[in-house]
């Protein structure tokens, strides 16, 4: 079975998108490495589908750049990112390893909106030395910032999990014979990966990483970038609740909200401010967390904080608990569907972000694992047939503000969850992913993220900035 850890479902990384962003990102660091023994002359980089029609907005061309350039987008200096591009569009010349080669992504990025039978994202990378094609590579970008490469072989891990998850109903019989929680079971499969001591060290990266975000988020003003001249709201909702009391890091964040009253406007606010903060940065090519993608960063983040800050359980181990238990619900929609909007529309990232956020929250308030598979149901049932159409290609409009209905989704889903009884529930985990995935396949294209449908056509938007 393929095996999918919790550091595969939350990666870190740069906005705005993981399939349009992080994957082609990725894609140009692993060209980089395959031709560090040749010498080229020059390099075409093809971009396909969804990555040609959304990729201006998306910065696929600004990251493929980045990635061939040698950066990393877990450690790039986000703030450095744009003097980087602005380099190369003024030499128009590529550092590639040890050489420079003449490169102009005005002409070198072809965007190709014909759609490759393979993948909606599809993309190549093409070598050439003497005007004759030495090297290439057609890259399909999975979301979640998961790429594949045509023609490598699909290889089952070598690492034998002593409790292999392929379905809902895998994870419920385990739960079923071993007594443990959802988080249990997986730590015992991520224990097969690294040490715990690892383990404990990466998630506490991650959750430092959401944080740092959501301050950032909450104090930064302006207009988003991309020509369509959003304003950042978060800072404004943030002032408005905070109402004048200066908040430069996440302690003392933490200090006016343990002193306030918690009435369930004000809770309702914050978690919205939360999202959008996160998701604000992330239209600007910040530092943000794949959860499970970037256009759905905002949901995970805005329901922790929610529970660190608002509800009265703590437990040992909660937020080791929380991740754990949320990644394996996108494992699952991973594995029996997508969490790709050009192959799903967003219910594969929102809805799916949702239901993660929903089973996570549903175990560290005390519920029982089948209560905890039950909010993710009903979260993910709730977004299913959602679609993907940003204007003008952006992560923006209405992708920001979809962040914070789904954590508010997410946090209604875990309460229905903890209130109910599974025996009685009429829909279990693995029909809901088989329907999502089904109703992906049967929507129209124009709704999976190529902006040709829904919002994305009737407003009118000047063309994004390149």
């Known amino acids: 079975m393929e095996s999918i850890s919790i550091f595969d479902i939350y990666k870190i990384g740069v906005g705005p998108s993981s399939s349009h962003t992080l994957g082609p990102w990725k894609a140009g660091l692993d060209f980089r490495e395959q031709i560090s023994e040749k010498t080229i002359d020059r390099l075409e980089i093809w971009l396909y589908g969804s990555l040609s029609k959304t990729g201006k907005g998306h910065a696929t ?9 040698g950066h990393e987008p877990e450690t790039i200096k986000t703030e450095l990112i744009t003097q980087y591009l602005a380099d190369v569009k003024k030499n128009r010349i590529l550092s590639f390893n040890q050489n420079s080669i003449p490169f102009d992504p005005d002409q070198d990025i072809i965007f190709f909106n014909e759609e490759r039978p393979e993948h909606p994202n599809t993309m190549e990378i093409k070598a050439y030395l003497n005007k004759g094609l030495i090297y290439e590579e057609t890259y399909l970008s999975l979301g979640g910032g998961f790429i594949k490469k045509i023609g490598d072989e699909n290889i089952e891990s ?13 994870l419920t019989n385990h739960l079923n014979s071993t007594g443990m929680t959802i988080s249990e079971i997986v730590m015992q499969n991520e224990l097969s990966l690294r040490s ?24 930064t003003s302006g207009i988003l970038p991309g020509g369509l001249n959003v304003k950042r709201r978060a800072k404004e909702l943030s002032d408005k609740l905070i109402s004048g009391y200066d908040i430069k890091n996440f302690k003392e964040l933490e200090l006016h909200l343990t002193d306030n009253l918690k009435d369930f406007n004000t809770v309702n606010r914050w978690v919205s401010c939360f999202a959008l ?27 922790l904080l929610y529970y660190y800050f608002f509800c009265s359980r703590r437990m040992p181990n909660d937020i080791y608990r929380f ?55 009903i979260a993910i049932e709730h977004h299913l047939g959602l679609t993907c159409d940003p204007i003008g290609g952006l992560v923006q409009i209405p992708c920001i503000e979809r962040n914070a209905m789904g954590a508010m989704k997410a946090i209604t889903a875990a309460n229905l969850a903890l209130s109910g009884d599974p025996t009685f529930s009429k829909v279990d985990l693995d029909t809901v992913i088989k329907t999502m995935w089904d109703t992906a396949q049967s929507m129209h294209k124009n709704y999976k993220e190529t902006s040709d449908g829904g919002l994305a056509f009737h407003i009118s938007v000047v063309s994004p900035e390149c």
């Open 158 to 170: 070598q690492v034998r999990l002593p409790y292999p998850i392929e379905t809902g109903q895998d």
């Open 323 to 377: 991740f754990c238990t949320s990644s394996e619900i996108g494992s699952l929609f991973k594995k029996g569907a997508t969490i790709s909007a050009a192959e799903g529309g967003c219910q594969a990232e929102i809805g799916v972000s949702s239901a993660m956020a929903a089973a996570g929250l549903t175990e560290i308030l005390g519920g029982t694992p089948s209560q905890a598979i039950m909010a993710a149901e």
């Open 61 to 69: 061309d600004k990251a493929v750049q980045l990635g061939l350039l």
């Open 277 to 303: 903060a996160v998701n604000e940065e992330n239209a600007a090519m910040g530092r943000i967390v794949t959860s499970p993608t970037n256009g759905a960063a905002g949901v995970i983040p805005a329901v």
């Open 196 to 219: 715990k001591k690892e383990i404990k060290n990466r998630i506490d990266r991650i959750f430092q990483t959401m944080k740092k975000c959501v301050i950032k988020g909450c104090t």
